[in-house]
């Protein structure tokens, strides 16, 4: 209390200076009595904080490094630093609330939820206060907000950070509009993914992505992106695009779910032997190898990542038959690139299978 009195004392002999002087004949001036530098340094409201993040977006794949720039700095700059807190919280992509991601004052820092032990901040005196997340997961996709406190003024920019990755339909062996959004979300975890944000399936759709089922979206609603009008998939009358069914009934209405995964960190390869595998057989074949059946997703990243090309079916882990093709040729399939699928084949049939290897 001592120092603040005297604080006060201070401010009233300098507001009583000012005004004699009248050279700030506008000035009403404020001393940050908490959190100031100590030093009696007095502000006037002409100070300014400012924060910037520049570049506005970022890309990068699963499991690499990646920095969100943000600095903030003071105009007319600052004498002696003041105290600030820190603030970066995630918007993620499929909610509408903010969860922190990490809050500095001073040297003290806390991450919180799945960025514990994940994020650092960089803290410099030019005001540096980039964040550095480490193992990039399909979840940290979002828009992200630096926020500076301090104690008087509260000032942020926001950061995108998307990931790079590939976008594939999905339908679960039992068929056509099985997934409550729930199943959806745990069907897409199953193969190594996460349900893909609108931005996402339109990233997709751009690059080609044209597909006549409907898919849950990270959002809740449905929708489906088509490049070629056709009778079958909404008629020759509406353009192009994605279309949507609005938000659907996330516990009563059934659909299809566009998945979203990024880079494999390891190895997806075909295996097969001269008498070929069952369904059991071939999951215990990659198990032989030193690896793991591979799972939609897995197959998905390769393809689009690794530009693997095998024209021959192979098992996955969810029962499915399926191919990646990067070099379209007469004897496989369309003549676009892609990852063809034949359904779900009944158990004893006899294939390859596609391993998955981690390093
Ligand atoms: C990411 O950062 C961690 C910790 O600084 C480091 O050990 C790791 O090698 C980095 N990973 C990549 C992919 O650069
Ligand atoms: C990176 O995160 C994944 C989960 O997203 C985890 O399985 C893996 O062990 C992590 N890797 C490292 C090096 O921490
Ligand atoms: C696959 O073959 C093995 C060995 O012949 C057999 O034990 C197993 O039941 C078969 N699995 C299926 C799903 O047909």
């Known amino acids: 209390m001592g120092k603040v009195h005297t604080l006060l004392v201070f401010m009233l002999q300098v507001m009583y200076t000012v005004h004699a002087a009248s050279t700030f004949s506008n000035g009403f001036f404020y001393q940050d009595i908490l959190n100031g530098n100590g030093n009696g340094e007095i502000h006037f409201n002409g100070i300014k904080l400012r924060v910037e993040a520049q570049p506005h977006s970022v890309f990068a794949v699963r499991g690499s490094n990646v920095t969100l720039p943000c600095r903030f700095w003071y105009e007319p700059p600052l004498i002696s630093p003041r105290r600030v807190r820190v603030k970066w919280s995630l918007l993620p992509l499929s909610r509408d609330h903010e969860?922190?991601?990490l809050v500095s004052i001073g040297h003290r820092q806390r991450s919180f939820g799945a960025f514990?032990?994940?994020v650092h901040l960089h803290k410099d005196v030019?005001?540096?206060?980039?964040?550095?997340i480490t193992n990039l997961s399909l979840e940290d996709s979002g828009q992200y907000r630096c926020e500076?406190?301090?104690g008087l003024e509260d000032e942020s920019a926001t950061v995108d950070l998307g990931l790079r990755g590939v976008v594939f339909p999905y339908q679960p062996h039992h068929g056509r509009y099985h997934l409550t959004f729930k199943e959806a979300q745990k069907a897409c975890n199953e193969q190594d993914a996460t349900v893909a944000s609108f931005a996402q399936l339109f990233a997709a759709w751009q690059e080609g992505l044209d597909?006549?089922?409907?898919g849950w979206l990270s959002d809740g609603?449905?929708?489906?992106?088509?490049?070629?009008?056709?009778?079958?998939?909404?008629g020759l009358d509406l353009a192009p695009g994605v279309r949507s069914y609005g938000?659907?009934?996330?516990?009563r209405n059934r659909y299809d779910v566009f998945c979203f995964t990024s880079t494999v960190t390891g190895q997806v390869y075909f295996l097969q032997r001269p008498q070929k595998f069952n369904y059991t057989m071939a999951a215990q074949a990659c198990i032989d190898d030193g690896a793991q059946i591979a799972k939609v997703g897995q197959l998905f990243a390769a393809w689009k990542f690794l530009k693997l090309d095998q024209c021959d079916a192979g098992w996955l882990a969810d029962g499915s038959l399926r191919y990646p093709i990067s070099n379209p040729r007469p004897s496989c399939g369309p003549q676009n690139s892609g990852v063809r699928s034949f359904g779900f084949p009944l158990p004893y049939n006899k294939h390859g299978v596609y391993c998955y290897r981690s390093r």
């Open 126 to 132: 030019h005001g540096d206060i980039s964040l550095t």
């Open 99 to 101: 969860s922190d991601v």
């Open 247 to 251: 938000a659907r009934h996330k516990h």
């Open 116 to 118: 514990e032990n994940r």
């Open 148 to 150: 500076v406190i301090d």
């Open 221 to 234: 609603t449905v929708q489906y992106p088509i490049v070629q009008p056709r009778q079958p998939c909404g």
């Open 211 to 214: 597909w006549c089922n409907a």
